[in-house]
C-alpha cells in the first residue's frame, strides 16, 4: 500500500520559483513535513473495517514512504539555507572586522534572498543609520515589512510578524530624521 503517488508533486527545483529563498526555503520544509505525516487511515473509509494492527502497518508505511519522498524537499530547503546562512556569517566576520562595507554586501545579498530572521535587517538599520543613509535603512525596515507579511500568509504564528509595528516606527524615526539632515 503507497499512500504518496509520487507522480502528482513537482520536484523541489520547480516549487515557490519567484519567491525569495528565504521564504521558498521554509515552503519547501512545510511541504515536506506534509508529505512526512502522511494519511490518516481512521478517516479513510476502506480501512475503517481492518483490524487496529493492519492500521497501524498503513501508517506506518505511509510516514516511512513519505520521509523518504520528502527527502528531496528537505535537502533543497536545506541549501537554500545553508547559502543565505552563508551569508550572514560572512556579514558578520566583516562585521566584527570593521569591514563594513564588505558586511553591507552580504547583508544586502541575504535580505534580497528574503531571510526570515531580523538580524540582517537591524544590522542593515543600524550600520545605515550610523552612516546616515537614511533612505537605505528605510528600504530596509520596508523589506522587511514586505518579507513578514509574505511569510503571514502561510505562517500566521511566525514570531517575527508581531516586530511589524516596531519597523513601521522604525520608519517613522528615519523618515523624520533624513527631513532634519535635509
Not at 504518496?4 to 528565504?22: M, R, S, V, Y
Amino acid at each position: 500500500m503507497d499512500a504518496i503517488n509520487k507522480n502528482t508533486f513537482q520536484p523541489p527545483e520547480e516549487l515557490f520559483l519567484g519567491l525569495p529563498t528565504g521564504i521558498r526555503s521554509e515552503l519547501l520544509i512545510r511541504f515536506a513535513q506534509a508529505i512526512e505525516s502522511g494519511t490518516d487511515p481512521f478517516k479513510n473509509s476502506n480501512l475503517e473495517n481492518l483490524p487496529i494492527p493492519v492500521r497501524w502497518d498503513f501508517i506506518i508505511n505511509s510516514l516511512n514512504t513519505g520521509k523518504e519522498f520528502s527527502q528531496s524537499y528537505r535537502q533543497a530547503a536545506f541549501e537554500i539555507a545553508s547559502q543565505i546562512q552563508e551569508y550572514i556569517t560572512k556579514a558578520q566576520d566583516f562585521e566584527k572586522e570593521g569591514k563594513t562595507e564588505q558586511s553591507i554586501i552580504f547583508y544586502e545579498q541575504s535580505i534580497a534572498d528574503g531571510f526570515l530572521a531580523s538580524l540582517p535587517y537591524e544590522r542593515l538599520r543600524v550600520i545605515y543609520g550610523k552612516q546616515k543613509k537614511y533612505e537605505k535603512a528605510i528600504r530596509v525596515c520596508k523589506r522587511y515589512i514586505e518579507i513578514l507579511k509574505m511569510v503571514e500568509t502561510f505562517w500566521q504564528q511566525y514570531p517575527n510578524i508581531r516586530q511589524i509595528p516596531k519597523y513601521q516606527e522604525e520608519i517613522k524615526k528615519l523618515s523624520t530624521k533624513m527631513k532634519l539632515h535635509e
